[in-house]
């Protein structure tokens, strides 16, 4: 079992958790991810690594409350305990030898990217991030990664913060001006670092996405969270999470990642209901 130290709300629908799970705290590193169960009878889901503490023993979780799992999750509170926290599992990013980095974080994606970033600072990069969201209200991580980069661009659909529209116009504006970029990291929705990738390869600017599919063992074993890269079959959870942007069939992956949308709702909904009857 493993005790959940500290948990706080991001905005509505994120909520931030620091697991004790000193194991996984000593290894893991940016890009890596677990996978848990929050009872012995529930689902598998993979949740990126947003951040670990050596001294505390403990791992940082960020996620989005979408489905059945994430949604009893969200219902446990600091004290309380979930079954299973494997990892870390999946190759660490690669973050040596780089001097100029651009981050472009998308919503939940800029929990998986701030350790990336937090990493390639601490390493002496120079590290320019650009951070998209719907609204104001959605925002996340905005101090923590102005901390960290001497360059940061806020975008929202709406301009309900920052600059209105999307982060590849900040992007494209920056290259057109000269920023000389060792590479562009990526992450965020499918659609984002499908156009992300779009953007920077005219330039032949290296890009790197991380991929998050469906994935149930983590291992290897099942091949849920396959992806074509390059003409040929990854698996996501071996092979990544980490891939060329420029090698990427965003068309396959986002087709197979809305396979299951419909069923996740409805068990939402579900669990939902469940909850409302249970506190009644």
Request: contains cysteine.
């Amino acid at each position: 079992m493993f005790e959940i130290k500290s948990k706080k709300c991001l905005n509505p629908t994120v909520t931030m958790m620091d697991i004790y799970a000193p194991n996984v705290a000593k290894k893991a590193k940016p890009g890596q991810f677990i996978i848990l169960r929050v009872d012995s009878t529930g689902e598998r889901i993979p949740l990126t690594i947003a951040g670990r503490d050596i001294d505390d023993g403990t791992v940082k979780i960020i996620f989005q409350i979408a489905g059945r799992t994430t949604f009893s999750l969200n219902q446990l509170n600091e004290g309380d305990f979930i079954s299973d926290f494997v990892g870390p599992l999946g190759n660490p990013t690669k973050l040596d030898g780089f001097k100029k980095v651009c981050i472009v974080g998308g919503g939940v994606g800029c929990a998986i990217a701030l350790p990336v970033a937090q990493q390639l600072y601490k390493n002496g990069c120079e590290v320019h991030s650009i951070i998209g969201f719907r609204n104001k209200d959605l925002v996340i991580l905005e101090d923590e990664f102005k901390s960290v980069s001497s360059k940061l661009t806020l975008m929202t659909d709406d301009g309900s913060a920052g600059r209105k529209g999307v982060v590849t116009q900040p992007l494209k504006e920056a290259i057109d001006q000269g920023e000389s970029y060792d590479e562009v990291i990526a992450i965020g929705p499918l659609v984002m670092m499908k156009f992300v990738a779009a953007t920077t390869k005219p330039y032949n600017i290296k890009t790197t996405v991380s991929m998050n599919p469906i994935m149930i063992d983590g291992t290897g074993m099942c091949g849920g969270c396959r992806l074509t890269v390059g003409g040929e079959t990854k698996f996501a959870c071996v092979d990544g999470p980490d891939f060329d942007g420029f090698e990427v069939d965003f068309d396959e992956a986002m087709k197979r990642g809305s396979m299951y949308k419909d069923f996740e709702r409805h068990a939402y909904d579900e669990q939902c209901n469940l909850f409302k009857k249970e506190v009644k």
